[in-house]
């Protein structure tokens, strides 16, 4: 079957072969999957599960899968199981349509994010500071900082909503300028609203702030970033996933050359990522170690004896719970400062302590 042709009249057949390829792999399908080579989350209880798609010569190409079943990626080839050649003449046709295509579906996805982007800083712009006491910072013993709070029901797309109460953290481009949302509900569920990629938000003061002058925090996530800051009054910058960790660390350095950089790392003790076909234990370290290298930066992991970030080591010292060992005790260096870790120690690039 000729893709092209099937995409031009809806691309009934191909996606629908894709929809038996998810049903087959993880269990559920998008059921209008948009191919334009960007990342895409389904809707509803499919809210789980990411894609992206390509038109290629030979067919739509999709990589999706399900974030329930960590670092397991499925691939789908609409010309899985046909001839891998194409005669010459075909392939330059065939190449042609397909770069139309994908031109088109750039352009439709430029426009839909500016689009959302559009909603987006209107949202920013009319909502109010958040609640000190929203049920979400208040599970995590931290206060909204840079926060603010949906005061109304907000549709961002068709079936994608900001629900009246939910928390809206902003995601900063490196200019600046507002470029997404972080949405997160009173249950913990987080939603990415708009661009995340090479987003950060910085939380506290300059430099000058902080139990030790000069030095500069980056977390992975805003509660953790949070819970840093809390307990030592230095800046942090939060990157919102492992893949801003270096795009950060690079802009925090150009920044501020002469900045001590600590990364406080998650600490992500039994889950694997595959890299260069090898399998790496602890994605969270791994990718901060691999940014600290770069941009000449410290590595702080949580020490809970467990999977956990700075977060969560931050709640354990307020409320322990019953499984942490009683034994354990966090001394200071500053004892003005009760309940900070003396020190973390790992191979890494370089060894801090918070």
Same mark, same amino acid.
């Given at each position: ?41 389904? %809707? ?33 080839? @609409?010309? @899985? ?5 194409? $005669? ?16 088109? =579906? =750039?352009? +439709?996805?430029?426009? *839909?994010?500016? *689009? ?10 009319? #909502? ?6 929203? /049920? ?54 987080? !939603?990415?609203?708009? #661009? ?9 003061? +300059? ?23 809390? %307990?030592?009054?230095? $800046?942090?910058?939060?990157? !919102? ?16 050359? #002469? ?32 940014? =600290?290298?770069?941009?000449? *930066?410290?590595?702080?992991? /949580? $020490?809970?004896?467990?999977?956990? +970030? ?14 942490? +060992? ?6 200071? $260096? ?18 801090? #302590?918070?």
């Amino acid at each position: 079957m000729d893709c092209i042709t099937a995409a031009e009249t809806s691309g009934v057949a191909s996606l629908t072969s894709l929809q038996d390829h998810m049903l087959a792999h993880i269990g559920a399908a998008i059921p209008d999957p948009i191919i334009n080579g960007h990342w895409h989350s389904g %809707r509803g209880k499919l809210d789980k599960i990411s894609y992206v798609g390509h038109y290629l010569p030979k067919g739509i190409l999709v990589r999706y899968r399900d974030h329930r079943v960590p670092d397991v990626f499925h691939v789908y080839k @609409e010309w @899985e199981g046909s001839s891998e050649y194409l $005669p010459s003449d075909e392939y330059r046709q065939r190449k042609a349509q397909a770069d139309t295509r994908a031109k088109a =579906a =750039a352009e +439709d996805a430029a426009l *839909a994010a500016a *689009a959302t982007l559009d909603k987006l800083e209107g949202i920013w712009a009319s #909502s109010p500071k958040a609640d000190l006491e929203h /049920p979400y910072t208040d599970s995590k013993c931290i206060i909204p900082i840079g926060a603010k709070q949906a005061a109304e029901l907000h549709e961002i797309q068709p079936g994608q909503y900001i629900w009246q109460g939910d928390l809206l953290v902003p995601v900063y481009g490196h200019t600046g300028a507002l470029q997404g949302i972080q949405q997160i509900t009173a249950q913990g569920r987080k !939603f990415a609203r708009g #661009s995340f990629k090479n987003g950060l938000l910085w939380i506290g003061g +300059d430099l000058t702030t902080g139990e030790v002058a000069g030095r500069l925090y980056i977390t992975e996530g805003w509660a953790t970033g949070i819970a840093v800051h809390m %307990r030592t009054r230095n $800046p942090v910058v939060v990157a !919102f996933s492992t893949g801003n960790l270096l795009a950060t660390g690079q802009w925090a350095r150009g920044r501020h050359p #002469s900045a001590m950089l600590i990364f406080a790392a998650d600490n992500d003790l039994g889950s694997f990522i595959t890299v260069q076909g090898q399998q790496v234990e602890n994605p969270g370290r791994y990718y901060a170690e691999q940014a =600290a290298l770069a941009v000449d *930066a410290a590595v702080v992991t /949580p $020490p809970l004896g467990k999977k956990g +970030d700075w977060c969560d080591w931050h709640m354990a010292q307020i409320r322990p719970p019953p499984e942490i +060992d009683p034994t354990l005790t966090w001394k200071s $260096p500053n004892r003005n400062a009760p309940g900070r870790a003396e020190s973390v120690l790992f191979d890494s690039p370089k060894q801090e #302590s918070l």
